[in-house]
């Protein structure tokens, strides 16, 4: 049995097609971006109405199957811009139609969290999962995701994003951030880390002043990522002996920064910790995760009764039933 996933909550449309044995068969995706940086909600929604149809029949090509081999069709309901994620559901919706095909709604940040386990040897870590939107701490605790620790204001992504849109890095800066950041040097940026819980407003306004004031965009690369991350390393490291677990597994676009995983390797390694990071291709969004996640929720017995989006549905709001 195969599910076709359908990803489109924010700047990624994706088709992904996933045996109901774990075997990812195709990861398709086309991405909105823009040089000025930002999101228009209705401009990310035409670039998927524009690219949805060709990014399906490269996953079916890609997986070599037909409509008639799958047997489940799983798209991603929330959390996300609304017109966007209308778009994906309105796709999985005709596709189910006008095949015959089961059709299930799933949890995008959730979807992020069971891929990782999919495709490591993880089996219960804490995650950190930094994202655009989200940065937060979580671990699976009696029968839910938990948030233990979270941005109190932007996610770390956005913050890289829109320093980067100040110094005229394009969007999406973290990639760009990474490579600028080996060339700078150290010049101190606000740490917040309260009990669980990190802020990066703050830092950003700060890094836009020392910018106005000249300072070099590399030197601000630098000192960003290692005031970021640190803060990130001190409160996975709180939650990991708070839960009383001893794997760590980072997910989200921000996980595929290679100075992130290192300061976490070695965070890990010093407490006898096992470090994961889910591969490159699954870091950021993309389809297979949605296939994944109705599978496993499907497998579980969970039906829907409407096809609907949840713009704004946590990871704590998902039941763990499978
Ligand atoms: P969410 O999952 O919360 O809906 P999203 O859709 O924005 O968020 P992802 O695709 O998981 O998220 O991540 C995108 C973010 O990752 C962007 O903000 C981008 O700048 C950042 N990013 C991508 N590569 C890197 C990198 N090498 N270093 C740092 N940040 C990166
Ligand atoms: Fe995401």
Request: net charge neutral; charged share 25%.
């Amino acid at each position: 049995m195969k599910c076709l996933g359908i990803e489109s909550t924010a700047h990624t449309f994706g088709v992904g097609v996933v045996d109901f044995n774990g075997s990812i068969l195709s990861n398709e995706k086309a991405v909105f971006t823009t040089a000025s940086g930002g999101m228009v909600p209705h401009e990310v929604a035409k670039h998927h109405r524009e690219v949805c149809d060709t990014v399906f029949k490269k996953a079916l090509e890609k997986a070599n199957v037909k409509i008639s081999d799958i047997s489940l069709i799983s798209y991603s309901h929330g959390p996300g811009l609304s017109p966007a994620l209308i778009v994906g559901k309105d796709f999985a919706k005709r596709l189910s139609q006008d095949n015959n095909i089961d059709i299930i709604g799933v949890n995008h940040c959730v979807a992020h969290l069971t891929i990782g386990t999919l495709v490591t040897d993880a089996v219960d870590p804490v995650y950190l999962y930094v994202s655009g939107v989200n940065t937060q701490v979580i671990a699976l605790a009696s029968g839910k995701f938990r948030i233990f620790g979270e941005t109190l204001d932007i996610g770390l992504g956005n913050a890289l994003d829109k320093f980067g849109r100040e110094a005229g890095l394009g969007f999406p800066a973290g990639p760009v951030i990474e490579k600028m950041a080996i060339k700078g040097k150290y010049i101190e940026l606000p740490y917040t880390v309260k009990g669980m819980d990190v802020s990066f407003a703050g830092l950003v306004t700060k890094t836009k002043q020392l910018l106005d004031a000249g300072v070099s965009k590399e030197d601000l690369c630098y000192s960003m990522q290692e005031v970021c991350f640190a803060m990130l390393a001190e409160i996975s490291e709180r939650a990991m002996a708070h839960c009383e677990k001893d794997e760590l597994l980072l997910i989200g676009g921000v996980g595929a920064n290679k100075r992130l995983i290192s300061m976490l390797k070695k965070m890990c390694s010093s407490r006898n910790a096992k470090f994961y990071s889910v591969p490159l291709e699954y870091a950021g969004d993309q389809a297979a995760m949605i296939a994944w996640q109705g599978i496993l929720e499907f497998r579980a017995g969970k039906r829907i009764k409407e096809i609907d989006i949840y713009p704004y549905e946590r990871v704590d709001d998902v039941e763990v039933i499978w």
